[in-house]
């Protein structure tokens, strides 16, 4: 098999988390890395062997396949120039800072007939595809009713800092369009049905942050010294609460915090049919609960061989060895790099066109907020 060249646009928490999952796979080599700056461009290419340290537009002219891990306000302009080179693209959430500009993106893609895909890994995980292919035979009957949320608590204190909690890199939203935009995207994928409107709440708990005069990686857990950091406004929301319509029918709600004290990264969604229903949550990946009316509930615990076989497909490994987040991106990764080496492959993975959606579903949010008010989808 052909080994296919990719570059890596990132060196921080999700570039570690795509070379590794790159080099899981055996016939994609990453062959160049691009980071903020030069310095860290070539530590990071030493620390993982990568041949080429370099500056983004040569890393995308020297590879067939590019992802792109750097903050959200540099997404466009790197896709873009990779896409009008024909190259196939991975990029991280969200595609872009607004919905026409990844419209856009999507029809470039399309027209330049290259694999393109938005890193929604967590469709991923075995069981999310065993909810999936259950509701699709109709095991769960009408859907009814949806809710969960997304709690983490790495941004508890003001003194903890990211780039997403500026807007100029980030966007206008941060935990709606960091981890909410995942839970957008599950609850449709899972269910198959569209979110049709919507009602929102956001808060900015923390008003203002000490941001460090240096660089912090994604959960780097840092907490700096007085002389360490300068005190900023942030407009960018903590915590948000959406109602939902899906579909014709079902009603549901979801809430998302980064100021959930605890909570490392719970997502959870509970999914209420005619039939039965179903709950998954992320910390326990390798459980299903399953509930009943007139019989005991069930816990389905992960085993390919006691799963649909096309959710079998998700899992690697056998009954009671357990896969999680580093696996969820090897199994997209895995589908991508199949569309790259065969372009009659199936689509077996969340594209630009889902990009797209994902960003007009944030804006319809922000409308929402600002309004006070329901907004149709």
Same mark, same amino acid.
């Given at each position: 098999m052909k080994t296919i060249r990719a570059a890596v646009l990132g060196t921080g928490f999700m570039g570690r988390t795509h070379t590794e999952a790159i080099r899981?796979?055996?016939?994609?080599?990453?062959?160049?890395?691009a980071g903020s700056s030069e310095e860290k461009a070539r530590a990071f290419a030493e620390a993982w062997s990568i041949p080429r340290a370099c500056g983004w537009r040569e890393a995308i002219d020297t590879a067939e396949a590019v992802h792109v891990?750097?903050?959200?306000?540099?997404?466009?302009?790197m896709v873009k120039?990779?896409?009008?080179?024909?190259?196939?693209?991975?990029?991280e959430k969200p595609l872009t800072l607004a919905a026409a500009e990844a419209r856009e993106l999507n029809a470039l893609a399309e027209a330049k007939k290259v694999a393109h895909c938005v890193n929604h890994n967590l469709r991923f995980y075995p069981l999310v595809q065993q909810a999936r292919s259950m509701i699709a035979a109709g095991e769960l009957g009408e859907i009814l009713v949806v809710n969960g949320t997304y709690f983490q608590d790495w941004m508890y204190y003001d003194t903890d800092w990211n780039w997403r909690a500026s807007a100029e890199e980030g966007g206008e939203l941060r935990a709606m369009g960091d981890i909410g935009s995942h839970w957008m995207?599950?609850?449709q994928h899972v269910t198959g049905l569209p979110i049709t409107a919507l009602c929102a709440?956001?808060?900015?708990?923390?008003?203002?942050?000490?941001r460090p005069k240096g660089s912090v990686e994604t959960f780097a857990g840092k907490k700096p010294r007085a002389d360490e950091y $300068?005190? &900023?406004?942030?407009?960018?929301?903590?915590?948000?609460? +959406?109602?939902?319509?899906?579909g014709d029918r079902a009603r549901g709600f979801f809430a998302v915090s980064q100021v959930a004290v605890g909570r490392k990264n719970r997502f959870d969604f509970e999914i209420y049919g005619s039939k039965c229903g179903l709950a998954w949550n992320q910390e326990r990946p390798d459980q299903l609960w399953i509930g009943r009316r007139s019989s005991p509930n069930g816990l389905l615990i992960k085993d390919p061989a006691l799963m649909e076989a096309r959710a079998a497909s998700f899992a690697d490994q056998p009954g009671g060895h357990s896969e999680g987040y580093d696996d969820t991106h090897k199994q997209m990764f895995k589908r991508f790099y199949a569309r790259v080496?065969?372009?009659?492959?199936?689509?077996e993975?969340?594209?630009?066109?889902?990009?797209?959606?994902?960003?007009?579903?944030? $804006?319809? &949010?922000?409308?929402?907020?600002?309004?006070?008010?329901? +907004?149709?989808?």
């Open positions: 899981r796979l055996g016939n994609v080599e990453v062959t160049a890395v891990g750097t903050p959200n306000h540099l997404h466009y302009p120039y990779a896409l009008e080179a024909g190259k196939h693209v991975l990029c995207d599950m609850i709440d956001l808060q900015t708990f923390h008003k203002t942050r000490k $300068e005190t &900023v406004h942030v407009a960018t929301d903590d915590f948000g609460m +959406v109602l939902i319509h899906l080496a065969d372009s009659s492959a199936p689509v993975y969340p594209t630009f066109a889902d990009g797209a959606r994902g960003m007009e579903l944030l $804006e319809k &949010v922000i409308e929402s907020s600002r309004r006070r008010s329901w +907004v149709s989808c």
